[in-house]
């Protein structure tokens, strides 16, 4: 006797009774398929947000308006909440730009939202206003034309540059540069068309406008830009030339805010600086927790399946009383109807599990397909649920072949 | 050789004991051919439970061919039963939906024998119980007396040296259970094979060449047949005159 002939006994009588035994597989399936998609939507949203993060530029250090908040593990004091927002001026920016030196570039920008017009179209949009280094800093690249120059700042140009997805929705196929739109009322000139970065994690990266700081700070942002008669920014991104210039820039940077806003050590920084590094490590530390939770979930729905595979055995084991008899009495062994009835639970939750990754990855592909999120089936989450499917299988399936195994066999031949 | 010694079986109902068997003494000789009758409770059941390694006395002793039994475990006991042993059930017990040669390869399947000499082993027992023609029938498609051939045949396969049935023609009509009786005949006569068996009917039990009565659990009598009954012989209108005492030689 062979596990092969085990395999074909087994699959006889899961045969002899198709409606209970698809059923039963069924919760295997559910939550082997949860388990596959879910852990895949996870994996695509971590990976979706992991790169977007990484997208944003290379050694990059970003510093904003707004209170202190530090990411989890950012620092001693967690996370702190309270304490006064201070506003970014632009002559902080030349502070920092002084205190860095030659350590990194910085980009100051100011970001608001405008009415755009070209010709019958009209949208709302946002408009950065920015300095040359930005393209690099933000790792944009030009699909066509040229970048925001020194000199536009300078002279306070009335010159544009596209994202790629506001290049298409305003000219579509046809090249913007040279062209004129209208932002809030006034007439600027396209000059370039960035390549498009992609979508991420959120939202898209590709329907900006861009225009030289110095002109939105006369032409379009108006009041909303000053504060205490100073120009403020949105934010000022810095890109470190070295990876390991990082902390000491981050530093530089929090000493001069400091410094020119006149708050001690102790006092909150009012500022938010934090590194690409701390974002991608706090943000896919948030992304793997859910895909956990998620899979946990799932994994319940799996536990659920594995007591329906027990309970059905149990009432098979009972049914089959006088067969286990008779079975006993030709001959049996002991180990040998426990092998059986252990090989029938194992074939429903194996097979079950095989099904089950199979729809758990059409799911995900549907999910892909639907564009929501790309999801992503991994080796390593199909392993885990086909793994957990035929361990609930041996788990469940031990109680009830243990109990048929037991049986004495004149008790089971006269079982009724 | 089969020799039982102060057999006891006591089962509990609730509080109370039941000794199905008490006190029971037995020596049967390769080759017999005996019959066990006794009126329900009686103990019948019981006895052949234990003499086909079903089941374990409470008490007494149980030799196979000089063999201690009592002491064996599960694996050992399923072992002789596998071996030693072939055992026919009233109610058949066939596995159903399968077909006649599967149910008689059951036994070969939990010895280990090759998948060759399987089939054949098992199709030489159809054609001992004359069923060479209807391998492929599903037990649900046989009549009574071929299912009833089916599991003898199952209980030849592993060329046993003992075939106990309990009440084997219990669920046939009497011309059908008179062909069962003259299987049996023919296997003892011709392979010399130890056949004990159980019933209720004078009859049947006449055929034999011994008959034990057995009443409370104790042996009433054991008595030699002068003159079996061949297969085929009519049924007398005056059964229980059929084991007339002037027939039967007392045993000692």
């Keep these: 006797m062979n596990l092969f002939e085990n395999f074909r006994i087994a699959l006889r009588a899961l045969a002899a ?81 002084k205190a860095v030196g030659s350590a990194a570039e910085v980009s100051p920008y100011y970001q608001t939202s405008a009415n755009v017009i070209n010709g019958g179209l009209s949208a709302s949009y946002s408009v950065t206003g920015v300095t040359p280094v930005y393209a690099a800093v933000s790792a944009y690249t030009l699909a066509r034309g040229r970048f925001i120059s020194e000199n536009d700042n300078v002279s306070e140009s009335r010159v544009v540059v596209l994202g790629s997805q506001s290049s298409a929705d305003l000219f579509g196929g046809l090249n913007p540069i040279g062209r004129k739109i209208q932002i809030d009322g006034i007439t600027f000139s396209v000059v370039g068309v960035l390549d498009a970065k992609g979508s991420g994690g959120f939202g898209s990266a590709d329907d900006l406008m861009l225009i030289p700081l ?57 500022f938010n600086v934090s590194s690409q590094s701390q974002m991608l490590s706090a943000l896919s530390g948030v992304s793997s927790t859910l895909t956990a939770l998620l899979g946990a979930i799932a994994a319940i729905s799996l536990l659920v399946g594995g007591i329906g595979i027990m309970n059905i055995m149990l009432v098979s084991v009972r049914e089959r009383t006088r067969e286990i008899g008779l079975r006993k009495a030709v001959g049996a062994r002991r180990n040998v109807i426990l092998l059986q009835f252990l090989v029938e639970t194992l074939t429903l939750s194996v097979v079950g599990g095989l099904v089950g990754i199979l729809l758990g990855w059409a799911i995900a592909m549907l999910v892909s397909a639907s564009g929501l ?14 793994g957990s499917a035929a361990l609930i299988g041996l788990f469940f399936g031990i109680y009830p072949a243990y109990q048929a195994a037991g049986l004495r066999p004149i008790e089971a031949l006269r079982y009724e | 050789m089969i020799e039982v010694e102060n057999l006891i079986k006591v089962y509990r109902m609730g509080t109370s004991k039941v000794f199905a068997l008490n006190d029971v003494s037995l020596k049967v000789e390769d080759g017999e051919m ?37 002491k064996m475990n599960d694996n050992q006991l399923a072992h002789i039963r596998s071996h030693k042993i072939g055992f026919v059930f009233q109610q058949f017990n066939l596995l159903p939906r399968t077909s006649a040669l599967e149910n008689v390869l059951l036994p070969l399947l939990y010895d280990g024998v090759k998948g060759k000499d399987r089939k054949a082993r098992a199709m030489t027992a159809l054609e001992t119980v004359g069923l060479g023609d209807r391998t492929q ?25 003992i075939l106990l049935a309990d009440e084997p023609t219990g669920n046939l009509d009497s011309h059908t259970g008179a062909e069962i009786v003259g299987l049996f005949q023919r296997l003892n006569r011709e392979k010399g094979l130890t056949i004990i068996y159980v019933t209720h009917d004078p009859f049947i039990a ?12 104790k042996i009433v009598r054991d008595v030699h047949v002068k003159k079996p009954l061949e297969a085929g012989s009519p049924r007398p209108d005056d059964i229980i005159g059929v084991v007339k005492v002037e027939d039967l030689a007392l045993e000692n």
């Design chain 1, 373 to 386: 999120l790309t999801a992503q089936v991994t080796a390593d989450n199909v392993l885990l649920a086909f």
């Design chain 1, 214 to 270: 110095q002109t939105g700070y006369t032409r379009i942002f108006g009041g909303r830009a000053v504060s205490g008669g100073q120009r403020v920014l949105s934010g000022i991104s810095l890109s470190a030339l070295q990876a390991d210039q990082i902390d000491p820039i981050i530093s530089t940077v929090e000493y001069t805010l400091r410094k020119r806003h006149g708050l001690t050590l102790t006092d909150d920084l009012g």
């Design chain 2, 34 to 70: 005996m019959a066990i009758m006794g009126p329900s409770g009686s103990g019948k059941s019981t006895l052949m439970a234990i003499l086909g390694c079903l089941d374990i006395p409470t008490r007494g002793a149980y030799r196979m061919d000089g063999e201690s039994m009592e």
């Design chain 2, 206 to 217: 006449r055929h034999t060449g011994r008959i034990v009565q057995l009443e409370d659990g």
């Design chain 2, 137 to 161: 029938h599903k037990s649900n498609q046989l009549s009574g007396g071929e299912q009833q051939r089916v599991a003898i045949a199952r209980a030849l396969v592993n060329n046993p040296s």
């Design chain 1, 17 to 97: 009774n198709k409606l209970r035994s698809g059923l039963t597989m069924l919760g295997i399936i559910i939550g082997v398929a949860a388990v596959v998609a879910l852990m895949a939507v996870g994996a695509g949203a971590t990976s979706g947000i992991t790169s977007s993060i990484e997208g944003l530029g290379t050694n990059l250090i970003t510093v904003s308006s707004g209170r202190s908040f530090q990411f989890s593990g950012g620092g001693p004091g967690g996370q702190q909440f309270g304490g006064q927002s201070q506003s970014l001026y632009y002559s902080d920016f030349q502070a920092i730009e």
